[in-house]
């Protein structure tokens, strides 16, 4: 199934010239407009972003669109053809890490790094730890496998490369993760992106039926179920269940009910194409 095509987007959703009206702004202003986030809500990197936007508390939409359901306009937002992307005005970010390097500099309050500058680099590293290898694992050679290809591109997954990675690419990432997992709370202290990054990709793992052993893995495993039960993550998750099960045609509408930010104009395709990156 494909998403509906929908009419173009206005000149305020999207727009090709610098628009004053949503330039550089803090949530504290009146009569603000929201950031436009594009992307799914079943996304690891889009649920990074919604997360810090909602403990920011800074108003956002969201262009629910489905991975590789972009048309040519998106593709101009996005030239990798990746979620999610961020829309102020004439400013389009399209990288996670920096949407939400963005988001801190826009609202430093409540800060998602920690102060110190070592803490900070550390902070850093497990994000983009977190980006790279866990996504490796857990969404191109776990997800994509069990539920992106059969639903998007009607192939069969490689059974193979699932055994391998559950019997050897996810210890390793566990491994890693208990050696770097605080024996209470968060990782610097209060929840920040070090948590929030790593524990994205556990929600699309569980939705394939992984969780993580806490025999094995116990420090590893109470970090992420204190990060996965925050309040930002809680509500997300809620919108996230309602929708899993929808077909793809018909996610828009579905998030809208359950009271979703979706906005009024979408770069949906009808039919999905391929990325130019190979994963």
Same mark, same amino acid.
């Given at each position: 199934?494909?998403?509906?095509?929908?009419?173009?987007?206005s000149?305020?959703?999207?727009?090709e010239?610098?628009?004053?009206?949503r330039?550089?702004r803090l949530?504290?202003?009146?009569?603000?407009?929201?950031?436009?986030?594009?992307?799914?809500?079943?996304?690891?990197?889009?649920?990074?972003?919604?997360?810090c936007?909602e403990?920011?508390?800074?108003?956002?939409?969201?262009?629910?669109?489905v991975?590789?359901?972009?048309?040519?306009?998106?593709?101009?937002?996005s030239?990798?053809?990746?979620?999610?992307v961020?829309?102020?005005g004439?400013?389009?970010?399209?990288?996670?890490s920096?949407i939400?390097?963005?988001l801190?500099?826009?609202e430093?309050?409540?800060?998602?790094?920690?102060a110190?500058?070592?803490?900070?680099?550390?902070?850093?590293?497990?994000?983009?730890?977190?980006?790279?290898?866990?996504g490796?694992v857990?969404?191109?050679?776990?997800?994509?496998?069990?539920a992106?290809?059969?639903?998007?591109w009607?192939?069969?997954?490689?059974?193979?490369?699932?055994?391998?990675?559950?019997?050897?690419?996810?210890?390793?990432?566990?491994?890693? *993760?208990?050696?770097? +997992? &605080? !024996?209470?709370? $968060? @990782?610097?202290?209060?929840?920040? *992106?070090?948590?929030? +990054? &790593? !524990?994205?990709? $556990? @929600?699309?793992a569980?939705?394939?039926?992984?969780?993580i052993?806490a025999?094995?893995w116990? @420090?590893?495993?109470?970090?992420?179920?204190?990060?996965l039960?925050?309040p930002a993550?809680?509500?997300?998750?809620?919108?996230?269940?309602?929708?899993?099960?929808?077909?793809i045609?018909?996610?828009?509408?579905?998030?809208?009910?359950?009271?979703?930010?979706?906005?009024?104009?979408?770069?949906?395709?009808a039919?999905?194409?391929?990325?130019?990156?190979?994963?």
């Open positions: 199934a494909g998403a509906r095509a929908q009419a173009a987007p000149a305020t959703a999207y727009p010239q610098p628009d004053a009206d330039a550089l949530p504290h202003q009146s009569r603000m407009k929201p950031l436009l986030i594009i992307g799914s809500y079943l996304s690891p990197y889009v649920r990074k972003v919604l997360v936007l403990i920011k508390g800074i108003p956002y939409e969201v262009d629910h669109l991975p590789f359901f972009g048309d040519d306009r998106f593709s101009k937002l030239p990798l053809r990746r979620i999610p961020l829309v102020d004439d400013l389009v970010l399209s990288d996670s920096v939400c390097q963005y801190e500099d826009l430093p309050t409540p800060a998602l790094f920690p110190d500058i070592r803490d900070r680099a550390r902070a850093r590293w497990l994000e983009e730890f977190a980006d790279t290898r866990m490796d857990f969404i191109w050679r776990l997800f994509n496998q069990i992106i290809r059969p639903s998007v009607g192939e069969k997954g490689d059974r193979a490369l699932v055994d391998k990675t559950l019997a050897e690419h996810v210890p390793a990432v566990l491994d890693y *993760l208990e050696s770097e +997992a &605080p !024996a209470e709370g $968060f @990782r610097f202290g209060s929840l920040g *992106l070090a948590d929030i +990054a &790593p !524990a994205c990709f $556990f @929600r699309n569980g939705w394939v039926r992984f969780q052993d025999g094995r116990p @420090r590893a495993a109470a970090w992420m179920a204190r990060t039960t925050s993550f809680t509500k997300l998750a809620a919108l996230e269940d309602g929708v899993l099960r929808t077909p045609a018909e996610q828009r509408e579905k998030l809208r009910s359950l009271g979703a930010p979706i906005s009024a104009d979408t770069l949906a395709a039919s999905p194409r391929r990325g130019v990156m190979p994963i």
